[in-house]
C-alpha cells in the first residue's frame, strides 16, 4: 500500500513564500509522475505541477515563474517552493503519485495554504 505524506502548508501574507513536501512509502514502481493539485472551496481539483520520473515538468500557466517543482527519487519525496504567493492560491494541496504501468493514483490528505491580501 502506497501512502503519501504531506507537509509545509500554512498562513502566509502575500508576496510571500511556503515549501510543500510530500513523501511517498511503500512499493512504489520506479516510473511515475509525482506533483500538486489544488482545491479551493466550491472548485475542481486542478493540476498545479507535476514532475515525471525522468525530470519532465508540466505546470499550470498561472503558477509558472513563481512555483517551482522538484523531486528526489531515491527518497520518492517531491516537493513544491512557491513564492509570490497571491490570494488566488489560496487551497487545499494534494499530493499525487500515478504510476502509467498499473494507471494507479494515489493520494495525501491534503494540506492548506491560505494567502492573506
Known amino acids: 500500500q502506497v501512502q503519501l505524506v504531506e507537509s509545509g502548508g500554512g498562513l502566509v501574507q502575500a508576496g510571500g513564500s511556503l515549501r510543500l513536501s510530500c513523501a511517498a512509502s511503500?512499493?512504489?514502481?520506479?516510473?511515475?509522475?509525482m506533483g500538486w493539485y489544488r482545491q479551493a472551496p466550491g472548485k475542481q481539483r486542478d493540476l498545479v505541477a507535476i514532475?515525471?520520473?525522468?525530470?519532465?515538468?508540466n505546470s499550470l500557466d498561472s503558477v509558472k515563474g513563481r512555483f517551482t517543482i522538484s523531486r528526489d527519487s531515491a527518497k520518492n519525496t517531491v516537493y513544491l517552493q512557491m513564492n509570490s504567493l497571491k490570494p488566488e492560491d489560496t487551497a487545499v494541496y494534494y499530493c499525487?503519485?500515478?504510476?502509467?504501468?498499473?494507471?494507479?493514483?494515489?493520494w495525501g490528505q491534503g494540506t492548506q495554504v491560505t494567502v492573506s491580501s
Open positions: 511503500g512499493v512504489i514502481l520506479s516510473i511515475n509522475t
Open positions: 514532475i515525471t520520473s525522468g525530470g519532465r515538468i
Open positions: 499525487n503519485l500515478y504510476t502509467p504501468r498499473d494507471q494507479k493514483d494515489y
